[in-house]
């Protein structure tokens, strides 16, 4: 049963979550031994908060938390995911990668994971990250390196290596990350699983010191387009704490993906006839 249950898509999982086929705290306690199996050979998550995260799916299956959300786009009904360890998450460690604050733990969460948990995702852990996210290789003092799944001698890149890793592995369905120059998309390619930068203002930074700079955004991992799909729903939406975010669509992303529009055709010329001439080498 638990290797049925870390194996199916997040999409899947949601949907028999909705359907109560399966509970919040079975998928908790699969992905408790998913982590156990495989995460010492990879170091992807290490940091966990697995009693938070059985008492998060309690709540969640006795309709105490997140029920209010429960008919939104990207309700999430009681999946596992992870936070990257720059990402606060209360009562829980954050180091952000620096032995400045190896014993750190945070007293409030992120906006973001706020509304991740309403939205009914269960946080398992805190995935590595390069000292305080600079990086394009997952390792620092505190927690050392975490390691491609797929070949253990190579890099999961960064900064959100651990996320990657916790999703490519099975450990968790979805992973919360960040990106300023690549740091979703970087370790999605290097782990063979999706990582997208949303447009800024998509999802909300929280309260950050350079308000007006749009460079860092927060955003989603996972091992497929529909699974992204469903966590970007969860995660879209305006937050008063950050006042470029803007509402979440009208449709969201995942009914787009289930009906989407032929793109319109678009013309292009190398040259404009000759009136532009270019070398050989750059039309080519």
Known sequence: ????????????????????????????????????????????????????AREHARRIMQGGAASEAAGEAGWLAGLPISIKDLTDVAGVRTTYGSP????????????????????????????????????????????????????????????TGGGAVSVATGEVWLAQGTDHGGSLRG??????????????????????????????VQGPMARNVADLALFLDTMAGFCPLDPLTFDAP????????????APKRVAFTADYSGRMPIDREVRE
Do not use: Y
């Open 100 to 159: 400045l604050f190896a014993d750190h733990v945070s007293a409030k969460s992120h906006p973001l994971v706020e509304r991740i948990e309403r939205k009914g995702g269960i946080v398992m852990g805190k995935s590595n990250t390069p000292e305080f996210g600079a990086g394009g290789s997952t390792f620092n003092e505190v927690f050392g390196r975490t390691r491609n799944p797929w070949n253990t001698s190579l890099t999961s890149g960064g900064s």
């Open 187 to 216: 370790p999605g390619s290097h782990c063979f699983v999706v990582g997208l930068r949303p447009s800024p203002g998509r999802v909300t930074r929280g309260t950050v010191p350079n308000l007006w700079s749009q460079l860092s």
């Open 250 to 261: 009208a449709v969201s992303f995942s009914e787009s993906l289930a009906r989407p529009i």
């Open 1 to 52: 049963m638990t290797d049925e249950l870390w194996q199916m898509s997040a999409v899947e999982a949601v949907a028999r979550l909705r359907k109560r086929e399966i509970s919040p705290l079975d998928l908790v306690e699969a992905s408790a031994e998913r982590i156990a199996e495989v995460d010492p050979g990879v170091n992807a998550l290490p940091t966990l908060c697995l009693d938070r």
